[in-house]
């Protein structure tokens, strides 16, 4: 509907945890939405009993809101045009599938599945595709209660185009369709159904989402048109892939689960960073936006037709740069239920190199650990034992802090000639039984001294 104000929807079903995909085309709509100054509507596609769990639903809201995404209307916030969960619109569609009954826009359909499976084994023998027979249409069984209604395909035009605000031009011949399903035997929507009442019912003006709806848009555009709407723009997103260049399915790929990256600790502001260049891009080698930025220069037409690839070292980088630009006290706070044994000052104490290197969150507990929990005796090789010996001898006498302790290993380097790797690799098993740390000063140096010189002589006795 050009010249209206723009209302735009998100339509996810609670059938599982939240997709990556699904986070991205919130983001998009949002934006999309602010930059015009329209509205953002979140509607529930839950008709489908079997698979809708509450606690699926919260899921969305939980994800949404970590992300920082708000929606105008939606179930939990009302709105002019509530009921915005579709299974508590179930009056709404049976009553425009009567009208559509009413006026030859659709009819009853009462061969059984039985008649309907024989009906795709003759196509299928005939090698043709499927379409349904219209038999319910001209000439109907008698005597029979049980139907489904089914839309009438329009006799023209033959093809059904629109001006995809991401894919440009796109068109399907009505022959590709038939006269397909909208209610079942129930008196329950099927999906093109329901979504083509409700997006005209809400007025909505721009309808965004992924890619793999394309082929739903012929159907629904011939709805919305027997409903006498206005059609709505499309804008189909494109896919996101996995490094295997597959598009990212629940099944396949964990980084599908948008609620993995709060697991790992990626920041909610980085998050949504990376979902908005997954697929956008801003022209420049800018790569750093908020949210109130991206409300400001987001617009489809930089948003790609190719699938957007999924990379996890362009998202540490991301997440790794909103780290940095944290206050120490803000990363300390957020880094505290990662790390509950270590009080706050001994965090602010690592906090110089853990700021600098820490990917995500999650991270600083493997890092951190062996601050309170000792690791088992490292087993090391004469010549090992011959660098802890020295190393050890070193740090008793030194002053603990990071610097001095830097100097006195390096001290003790230069003396023999031994390099960082041939030095520091013994000495770090030995404190913290890993082959990663933090810089060796600071492993060295967060550990009180007592404690530090103990477990290297456990070493070396
Ligand atoms: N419920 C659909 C999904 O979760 C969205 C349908 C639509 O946006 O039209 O993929």
Known sequence: MPGSPVRVRMAPS?????????????????LYARRRGGVW????????????????????????????????EGPDVGGPYAPYRQSERLDLYRESAARLLQTGGAYRCYCTKEELAAEREQAEREHRPYRYSRRCLTDPP???????????????????????????????????????????TDGTPLYNFSVAVD?????????????????????????????????PAYAHLPVIVGQDRAKLSKRKHPEARLSLY??????????????????????????????????????????????????WQRLDWLNGQYIRRLEDAELIELLRPNVPELPPEKLAEAMPELKTRLPRLAEARPLLEYLWEEPAAAELDPEALEKLRA?????????????????ALDAVRDEHGWSRNALFKPLR????????????????????KPEALRRLDRVLA
Not at 14 to 30: C, D, E, K, M, Q
Not at 219 to 225: D, H
């Open 391 to 407: 190393a050890r001898a070193a740090l008793s006498e030194v002053d603990w802090q990071p610097e001095t302790i830097e100097q």
């Open 14 to 30: 609670p059938t599982g945890f939240v997709h990556l995909g699904s986070a991205r085309t919130a983001l998009f709509n949002l």
């Open 142 to 184: 008698s005597g029979r209660t049980e139907f489904t209604v089914r839309f009438k395909l329009p006799d023209a035009p033959e093809r059904v185009e629109w001006d995809d605000l991401i894919r440009g031009p796109v068109a399907f011949e009505l022959s590709e369709l038939d006269d397909f399903i909208i209610m079942r």
């Open 41 to 72: 509507v979140l509607r529930l596609e839950d008709t489908d009993v079997e698979r809708n769990r509450p606690e699926f639903e919260a899921a969305i809201y939980d994800g949404f809101h970590w992300l920082g995404l708000e929606w105008d």
């Open 199 to 231: 997006d005209h019912q809400m007025r909505i003006t721009h309808v965004l989402r992924g890619e793999e709806h394309v082929s739903n848009t012929p159907r629904q555009l011939l709805l919305l048109k027997a409903l006498g709407s206005q059609p």
């Open 429 to 448: 098993l030995a404190l913290t039984g890993r082959s990663i740390s933090l810089p060796i000063h600071y492993t060295v140096a967060l550990l009180p």
């Open 262 to 311: 709060q697991e790992l600790g990626y920041l909610p502001a980085a998050m949504l960073n990376y979902l908005a260049l997954l697929g956008w891009n801003p022209g420049s080698t800018e790569e750093i936006f908020s949210l109130e930025e991206l409300e400001r220069i987001f617009d489809l037409d930089r948003v790609q037709r190719s699938p957007a690839m999924f990379d």
